[in-house]
T-cell receptor, first 112, second 115 residues
Framework: AQTVTQSQPEMSVQEAETVTLSCTYD???????LFWYKQPPSRQMILVIR??????QNATENRFSVNFQKAAKSFSLKISDSQLGDAAMYFC?????????FGSGTRLQVQP | DAGVIQSPRHEVTEMGQEVTLRCKPI?????LFWYRQTMMRGLELLIY????????DSGMPEDRFSAKMPNASFSTLKIQPSEPRDSAVYFC?????????????FGPGTRLTVL
């Protein structure tokens, strides 16, 4: 079974600074996708960024980028120039043949 | 686009009552997913459908839970009888293709409280 581990229950960052959220996963599949979802207090789940396992290039979406290390099964999210609106729960998720498996989440606080 | 629509947004019921949660996926999407979110267990997949057919229901906790998708634009998740431990936020999500390689779009969730 696939597992996703987020070892940081909470993180804090100063506005305009950079923060990295960690995620590791365990799988025997060779073809899979990885995601980061954001869940603000509104509860809405919002896709932040997606990485295909067969692509070596790290995905980037504006201020959000990932560091995908396939051999290490690591998939961290870097948020640059943090903004107050980035404060939320962030979930790492994996999908292979089955539907999404989520990590336990990291609560990100952004300090003004 | 209206996005994924879920109703009700909040439901408070008493133990033993039947609860029905509803979901309307995004038009044109052919995969639909039901998730449950609790503090203790996080986000868990309950069941997912492809072209209205249940593909994986291994996450359904027990026989008290059932899900249907009678057509491409509507799905229900029913709990009968409900128990306090069923209290959670239930999310419905839809995507454009089988499985979840493509982005899943989530609804706003239904917060269920069973007293």
């Amino acid at each position: 079974a696939q597992t996703v581990t987020q070892s940081q229950p909470e993180m804090s960052v100063q506005e305009a600074e950079t923060v990295t959220l960690s995620c590791t996963y365990d799988t025997s599949e060779s073809d899979y996708y990885l995601f980061w979802y954001k869940q603000p207090p509104s509860r809405q789940m919002i896709l932040v960024i997606r990485q295909e396992a067969y692509k070596q290039q790290n995905a980037t979406e504006n201020r959000f980028s990932v560091n995908f290390q396939k051999a290490a099964k690591s998939f961290s999210l870097k948020i640059s120039d943090s903004q107050l609106g980035d404060a939320a729960m962030y979930f790492c998720a994996y999908t292979g043949r089955r539907a999404l498996t989520f990590g336990s989440g990291t609560r990100l606080q952004v300090q003004p | 686009d209206a996005g994924v629509i879920q109703s009700p947004r909040h439901e408070v019921t008493e133990m033993g009552q039947e609860v029905t949660l509803r979901c309307k996926p995004i038009s044109g999407h052919n995969s639909l997913f039901w998730y449950r979110q609790t503090m203790m267990r996080g986000l868990e997949l309950l069941i997912y459908f492809n072209n209205n057919v249940p593909i994986d229901d291994s996450g359904m906790p027990e026989d008290r839970f059932s899900a249907k998708m009678p057509n491409a634009s509507f799905s229900t998740l029913k709990i009968q009888p409900s128990e306090p431990r069923d209290s959670a936020v239930y999310f419905c999500a839809s995507s454009l293709s089988r499985g979840s390689y493509n982005e899943q779009f989530f609804g706003p969730g239904t917060r269920l409280t069973v007293l």
